[in-house]
């Protein structure tokens, strides 16, 4: 049966179950219900921030219930600022642009990081969020700061930029010599943004050749993703397909094909070549005709995993995979709606008591059950302040489309 007719007949049903299944009975009322929620629960975070005068960037929560914060140099260290950045564009309130300034601010010496490749989600999601929203010139200087040093991680016989390091940790015991993730495609954003603030063409060109070089090695037939892809140093070839944060290498771990339909969503908006957004296309026939996914379509953890249905869902999976298809959904005029009711339909399943917390609870995230790192034995089962970024980056793409 042709990919798209089963797509349909799947949305169909799943229509129909949203339908007697809603709660919520108007977009008008799930959207403003969601950002009083948000205010309410981040504004606590805030103000016990406010009360011992610290500034402090809320990651998840540890296994003795404490929250986890984040030092700069983390990956995650972009988000909570980004989701403040979100409160100010979805209430126009400046308290919450006072607030996301204090904490992106903290974020400076990111500009310079060069030795791991996730200063895009770092400055992208923290600086690039407070520069569109307020033209500050300096963020647009630690913008382009950042893409040059992101850029030092292009390897050009390759034709990638390098994740992680490989002389210590973990990753040194794996045998890689230049390990690239999939999660790579999302930092591809702050070479984009750099290339059109400064006019640097370069960075546009290395975006553009990481995204030729992914699309190129990292996909099996069935459209599913890889999560790493190891090449050699000097010849440039492939050495290596395996994950490290998935069931196994052959494994489609769920966030990665997130990461993945995210990435070549925005590399279509930013360049207009269709390849890239029929991979995207690829990836949401792969995800929406799978048999593992669930109903409420917030996946689990990897769609492969064997202990499926005992095994935890991944919440942050499902909010990147809505914002995507919401941004996916004004490309592709045939599947508008097909995408965006698959948006709304995991929007609803997030902001329903299964997967939203309680006003006051889960340590004032608002997400619960999302998945950082099963193999690592890390994050399981938590709230990761990712999952709330893309939750409120979808809520405003939802917004604004509804308008």
Same mark, same amino acid.
């Given at each position: 049966?042709?990919?798209?007719?089963?797509?349909?007949?799947?949305?169909?049903?799943?229509?129909?179950?949203?339908?007697?299944?809603?709660?919520?009975?108007?977009?008008?009322?799930?959207?403003?219900?969601?950002?009083?929620?948000?205010?309410?629960?981040?504004?606590?975070?805030?103000?016990?921030?406010?009360?011992?005068?610290?500034?402090?960037?809320?990651?998840?929560?540890?296994?003795?219930?404490?929250?986890?914060?984040?030092?700069?140099?983390?990956?995650?260290?972009?988000?909570?600022?980004?989701?403040?950045?979100?409160?100010?564009?979805?209430?126009?309130?400046?308290?919450?642009?006072?607030?996301?300034?204090?904490?992106?601010?903290?974020?400076?010496?990111?500009?310079?990081?060069?030795?791991?490749?996730?200063?895009?989600?770092?400055?992208?999601?923290?600086?690039?969020?407070?520069?569109?929203?307020?033209?500050?010139?300096?963020?647009?200087?630690?913008?382009?700061?950042?893409?040059? !040093?992101?850029?030092?991680?292009?390897?050009?016989?390759?034709?990638?930029?390098?994740?992680?390091?490989?002389?210590?940790?973990?990753?040194?015991?794996?045998?890689?010599?230049?390990?690239?993730?999939?999660?790579?495609?999302?930092?591809?954003?702050?070479?984009?943004?750099?290339?059109?603030?400064?006019?640097?063409?370069?960075?546009? #060109?290395?975006?553009?050749?990481?995204?030729?070089? +992914?699309?190129?090695?990292?996909?099996?037939?069935?459209? !599913?993703?890889?999560?790493?892809?190891?090449? #050699?140093?000097?010849?440039?070839?492939?050495?290596?397909?395996?994950?490290?944060?998935?069931?196994?290498?052959?494994?489609?771990?769920?966030?990665?094909?997130?990461?993945? %339909?995210?990435?070549?969503?925005?590399?279509?908006?930013?360049?207009?070549?269709?390849?890239?957004?029929?991979?995207?296309?690829?990836?949401?026939?792969?995800?929406?005709?799978?048999?593992?996914?669930?109903?409420?379509?917030?996946?689990?953890?990897?769609?492969?995993?064997?202990?499926?249905?005992?095994?935890?869902?991944?919440?942050?999976?499902?909010?990147?995979?809505?914002?995507?298809?919401?941004?996916?959904?004004?490309?592709?005029?045939?599947?508008?709606? +097909?995408?965006?009711?698959?948006?709304?339909?995991? %929007?609803?399943?997030?902001?329903?008591?299964?997967?939203?917390?309680?006003?006051?609870?889960?340590?004032?995230?608002?997400?619960?059950? !999302?998945?950082?790192?099963?193999?690592?034995?890390?994050?399981?089962?938590?709230?990761?302040?990712?999952?709330?970024?893309?939750?409120?980056?979808?809520?405003?793409?939802?917004?604004?489309?509804?308008?």
């Amino acid at each position: 049966m042709n990919q798209i007719i089963k797509l349909t007949l799947v949305l169909a049903c799943m229509i129909s179950l949203f339908s007697c299944s809603s709660s919520k009975t108007s977009s008008k009322g799930i959207i403003e219900d969601n950002i009083e929620f948000a205010c309410q629960q981040i504004g606590l975070e805030i103000d016990m921030m406010n009360a011992k005068g610290e500034i402090l960037n809320p990651r998840t929560i540890n296994k003795d219930g404490s929250t986890r914060y984040n030092t700069p140099e983390l990956w995650t260290s972009g988000f909570f600022p980004g989701s403040l950045w979100y409160l100010y564009k979805l209430t126009g309130d400046k308290k919450w642009k006072v607030e996301a300034e204090k904490i992106t601010e903290t974020l400076d010496t990111v500009q310079y990081l060069t030795w791991h490749h996730d200063v895009g989600f770092m400055v992208y999601c923290s600086y690039g969020n407070g520069y569109k929203l307020t033209n500050n010139p300096a963020y647009k200087k630690v913008i382009i700061q950042a893409a040059k !040093s992101l850029s030092t991680r292009f390897r050009p016989n390759i034709g990638a930029i390098q994740s992680w390091n490989v002389q210590r940790g973990w990753q040194a015991k794996r045998g890689w010599q230049c390990p690239v993730i999939i999660d790579n495609m999302m930092n591809l954003e702050l070479l984009f943004e750099a290339s059109k603030l400064s006019g640097d063409k370069s960075f546009r #060109d290395i975006a553009i050749k990481h995204a030729e070089t +992914t699309l190129e090695n990292h996909f099996r037939p069935d459209n !599913s993703c890889y999560h790493v892809i190891d090449y #050699d140093t000097i010849t440039g070839q492939v050495r290596n397909k395996v994950t490290a944060q998935g069931y196994s290498d052959e494994s489609a771990w769920s966030r990665g094909q997130g990461w993945a %339909m995210y990435g070549y969503t925005l590399c279509y908006r930013e360049t207009k070549d269709i390849k890239f957004l029929k991979k995207a296309e690829a990836i949401a026939e792969y995800l929406f005709n799978h048999p593992r996914m669930p109903k409420d379509l917030v996946p689990y953890w990897d769609f492969d995993c064997p202990k499926i249905p005992n095994t935890p869902r991944d919440a942050s999976a499902a909010a990147v995979i809505a914002s995507a298809l919401y941004e996916m959904s004004t490309f592709c005029p045939q599947k508008s709606e +097909t995408y965006k009711t698959l948006a709304d339909k995991i %929007m609803n399943s997030l902001a329903s008591e299964a997967y939203r917390a309680k006003l006051g609870e889960n340590n004032n995230f608002l997400l619960k059950h !999302s998945v950082g790192s099963i193999p690592h034995n890390s994050e399981i089962d938590v709230p990761l302040n990712y999952a709330d970024y893309y939750f409120l980056e979808a809520l405003v793409r939802k917004r604004d489309l509804e308008r």
